[in-house]
């Protein structure tokens, strides 16, 4: 792919422009509400919060952890991002407790607290939706395991295996298990939006995949605005007053 | 490489763009097959090479297909990828703007309505999704105009600044100001004051005692929880001394 000039590299995420100040300096958000935050590209939580099943934001979160509070802290094992092995879709194999020896797939994963919520094991029972006049429904609610209680397992041997990340000769990142040697494959990852890419159909305003692709950048030592006037045959005649900048 | 490739042949469709409308600003039009009621296509000949849209729909353009109302939920494509947009030129990213700001502002009409009718919004995705290409959009535009800028002057920032004090004795950027009137003319500007009495020097010694009081608070802070962490975590002290 041989461009006419050399490519940009991509710069780093701009921090705001509107205030151009020092730009070291650490934001203060404390005052900032939880749902606020949500609208916030990133996720900015206080400093003490305690990580539940629940994702921070929803209502039920915004409950057990209103503004203010503060909890005795819990101390969870630090593992690197890159590191991080098990992930929701997968089998694993419950080492143990009540459900030991059993295997089942991963529903939930809350790094925060290396968690992970299997489906149907390690459950005990509560009611839910209760009224003044219906007792409510028994159901079972899996409570969450931590990651040295559980243990990938191998996808043909169907045993409980040490895994490592490792490189294939491709320079493909994978899960190798440690006593054969094989791959463990990563589950399917449905996208945010349901949407499956193999099975789409383009809607009326979606644009097609080629005209997405297509370059019809020409790099010009024009900024954006003088490219947009010159193509829409604008052309400003006034001059601007002389203004001073201090 | 490869898989970046295969990423892109795997059919990933995009949303926003009505095909009529858009695209390579060539001087050939294309007819905009989904609106009947339309105006008699411009002749080819014409200076411009930058077309305005040509559907009439009006008020309509608030509302979303008719077909559409109704339903639970719309499909619709994935955000346009800041990738994507870097490949495309100026005019294609202008008119990419409109159409995906008719299309917010349709979805925001539809919110408004669903809350009036304390119904749900079908698909408030496509809000996002809006909003999320609109925000590439801009980081693209702002791209090149830095990159345009470093080439020509050697600054990054649009505006101008410095390092100023403040009456209080602390440091911070101040960025320059566009005024009508020279800084000798200005008296809300000479009201201000860039500088610190001699008294202020104290204040400043406390302040810096209050910083690197918090800072070594912090440290302390992060030692004692590293002790509870190898306490609880052997493993990690043994990691640690070996490293």
């Known amino acids: 792919m041989h461009r006419a000039t050399p490519p940009t590299p991509p710069l780093p995420p701009l921090p705001s422009t509107d205030r151009l100040e020092a730009p070291e300096r650490p934001s203060r958000r404390g005052a900032m509400r939880l749902s606020a935050l949500l609208c916030a590209g990133r996720l900015r939580l206080p400093a003490g919060y305690r990580h539940g099943t629940w994702r921070p934001g929803t209502a039920a979160a915004q409950l057990r952890n209103p503004p203010g509070l503060r909890r005795r802290k819990i101390f969870v094992e630090p593992i690197a991002r890159e590191d991080w092995k098990v992930f929701r879709g997968d089998t694993v194999q419950v080492l143990t407790g009540k459900d030991a020896g059993k295997q089942a797939m991963v529903t939930q994963v809350v790094r925060a607290r290396n968690w992970v919520v299997v489906e149907g094991l390690n459950t005990h029972y509560r009611y839910v939706n209760r009224t003044t006049k219906y007792a409510g429904t028994y159901i079972a609610s899996e409570a969450p395991l931590l990651l040295n209680q559980i243990s990938l397992v191998d996808p043909e041997d169907r045993k409980p295996t040490e895994v490592e990340w490792r490189y294939t000769e491709e320079g493909e990142r994978v899960r190798v298990s440690l006593r054969s040697g094989r791959i463990i494959p990563l589950p399917l990852r449905q996208r945010w939006d349901g949407i499956v890419p193999e099975q789409w159909i383009d809607g009326p305003k979606d644009t097609t995949v080629e005209d997405a692709l297509d370059k019809t950048y020409l790099p010009s030592l024009k900024t954006f605005e003088e490219e947009i006037m010159d193509a829409m045959g604008i052309v400003e005649t006034r001059r601007a007053k002389k203004s001073y900048w201090y | ?243």
């Not at chain 2, 990423?7 to 050939?28: C, D, K």
């Not at chain 2, 955000?79 to 409109?98: C, F, M, P, T, V």
């Not at chain 2, 801009?138 to 410095?162: F, N, S």
């Not at chain 2, 009137?181 to 201000?192: A, F, G, M, S, T």
């Open chain 2, 1 to 243: 490489m490869a898989a970046l490739c295969r990423r892109f042949t795997a059919a990933l469709r995009l949303s926003g763009a009505r095909p009529g409308s858009t695209l390579a600003g060539l001087p050939g039009l294309r007819l905009n097959l989904f609106h009947k009621n339309l105006a008699k296509a411009e002749p080819l000949h014409q200076l411009k090479f930058l077309h305005t849209t040509l559907s009439r729909k009006g008020l309509e353009e608030f509302f979303d297909d008719p077909r559409n109302w109704g339903e639970k939920t719309v499909k619709s494509g994935d955000a346009w990828n800041i990738k994507q947009l870097r490949g495309k030129s100026s005019e294609d990213l202008h008119k990419l703007w409109y159409v995906l700001l008719k299309e917010k502002n349709m979805l925001l009409t539809l919110e408004q309505e669903s809350k009036r009718q304390l119904k749900p919004m079908p698909s408030p995705e496509r809000l996002e999704k809006v909003e999320k290409s609109m925000k590439n959009i801009d980081l693209v535009v702002k791209e090149r105009e830095i990159a345009l800028r470093l080439l020509q002057t050697g600054h990054e920032k649009p505006v101008p600044g410095e390092w100023r004090h403040d009456f209080l004795g602390r440091t911070y950027w101040y960025s320059y100001k566009e005024w009508p009137i020279p800084w000798y003319l200005n008296k809300k500007y000479k009201r201000r004051k860039f500088y610190y009495l001699p008294h202020v020097d104290r204040f400043i010694r406390l302040r810096l005692e209050k910083s690197l009081r918090i800072k070594a608070r912090r440290q302390n802070l992060e030692r004692t929880r590293q002790k509870v962490l190898e306490r609880k975590f052997p493993h990690l002290a043994v990691k640690s001394q070996s490293q």
